[in-house]
């Protein structure tokens, strides 16, 4: 059971190369599982008991399931992860042509990826084309994956470069920037990728407006280790949280709360956007219900305080090969549980409250469960918790899988955790 929904993971990340293609795989999914698309501007018809989700940017979506009572008189249980990666973006007009043999692409990076990961690996493109449609303020938009490796950010040979592995700092702008072709006499260079783009939809290039593209890593994520204990992939960080709670919310039943799966984007750089944990997004969608349920602003108000969120995010595993980076004393590990984050500098919302009740669950789930903390010389990172606490006042956990080689283009977790949390979230959800 544990293998097989580590293979079903890793299919699910090699089909969601980007934040728009994994919202869109969560809503075949849901569709399939009985769940109703809601627009958000439509007005609205929910009922206890149905099942529904909505997006926002082609980037985030939330799922809920309606509970038997109303959100004033059993709250909202909510898990929050996010959809978006480390990874390169293409900026406009990327076309580059040094030697006027060579074409590659102009990037920048997006997020905090480990950069030296992403050399001599086979990669692709992916995200969305707006196309032009028949109201300008609405275009068409068409998701793009070119399911072939065509580009390669190429080392400079050790012979050019003796101190490589003393250590070199990587130029963004310079260094990293991927080969896509070379160049001859009949190769129509100008406008390149659009024409691209054109052909691999089969429209018009005129049409194609504008696009957010990124690059990803080709290769496929695989099951290693000798006793077949851990999963080797790109975006671990964060669609394995995100696959773990739609998988809980299908296999939950309905209960007297709305249980809400929320899965923001733009994480990875902050989260200030319309679709982020930084946005009015999870706020709106709660009192939304509240109201389409005939309640009112007290009932909602009412709702926030007999909530819970579950901020579910990747946490440091100890490294094997640099144990002195983590805490002396608190030092979880691959396939030792779900790991609770605290931060005394609340770049974590996890407090003795909210810990307390995801032991708890951890405990009825029969599943093992550990902590993290920073080194206190160590400044460490957050997530959306802390930020999508300032927007509702509801009690909140921070936790994650254990992850080693986090950002990297190809990041380490366990199978057996990946088992361990959904089960927290099916109690979590079932409560």
Known sequence: MEKELARELIDFLYD???AFH????????????GFNELDAGDKWDIKNGGKYYVTTNDSAIAAFVVGKKDP?????KIIGAHTDSPTFKIKPMP??????????????????????????????????????????????????????PIMIIPNLA??????????????????????????????????FLVKVIAKELNVNEKDVLDFDLYLYEFE?????????????????????LVHAGFKALLNSKTVDATNVLVCFDNEEVGSST???????????????????????????????????????????????????????????????????KIAASQSYTSDADSSAVYEEICRMAKVPVQKFVNRSDMR????????????LPIRSVDMGTALLAMHSIRELCGVKDHYYTMKSFEVFYNL
């Open 22 to 33: 994994a919202v869109s795989n969560i809503k075949n999914i849901l569709k399939k599982e």
């Open 274 to 340: 319309k679709q982020g944990a930084n946005s009015e997004f999870l706020a709106a969608l709660l009192e939304r219900i509240v109201i389409v349920l005939g309640g009112n602003k007290e009932d909602y108000l009412r709702s926030l305080k007999k909530s819970f969120i579950i901020s579910s995010d990747v946490a440091h595993a100890v490294h094997p090969n640099y144990g002195s980076k983590q805490d002396p004393v608190v030092r979880p590990v691959v396939n030792g549980g779900p790991v609770i």
């Open 72 to 76: 004033q008189e059993a709250g909202f």
């Open 95 to 148: 076309e580059m042509t040094p030697e006027g043999k060579y074409l590659k692409l102009n990037t920048e990076v997006y997020g905090g990826p480990i950069l030296n990961t992403w050399f001599d690996r086979p990669l692709s493109l992916a995200g969305r084309v707006m196309l032009r449609g028949k109201n300008p303020l609405r275009p068409e938009t068409r998701l793009l994956n070119i399911k072939k």
């Open 220 to 240: 496929k994520g695989s099951i290693i280790g000798l006793n077949d204990e851990f999963i080797s992939s790109s975006r671990i960080d964060d669609l394995e």
């Open 16 to 18: 969601s190369p980007t």
């Open 158 to 191: 050790i012979h050019m470069n003796r101190d490589i592995n003393n250590g070199v700092k990587i130029n963004p702008q310079t260094d990293t920037l991927p080969l896509l072709s070379m160049i001859n006499e009949k190769f129509e260079k100008d406008n």
């Open 380 to 391: 460490g990172g957050s997530t959306i918790g802390p930020i999508s606490s300032t927007h």
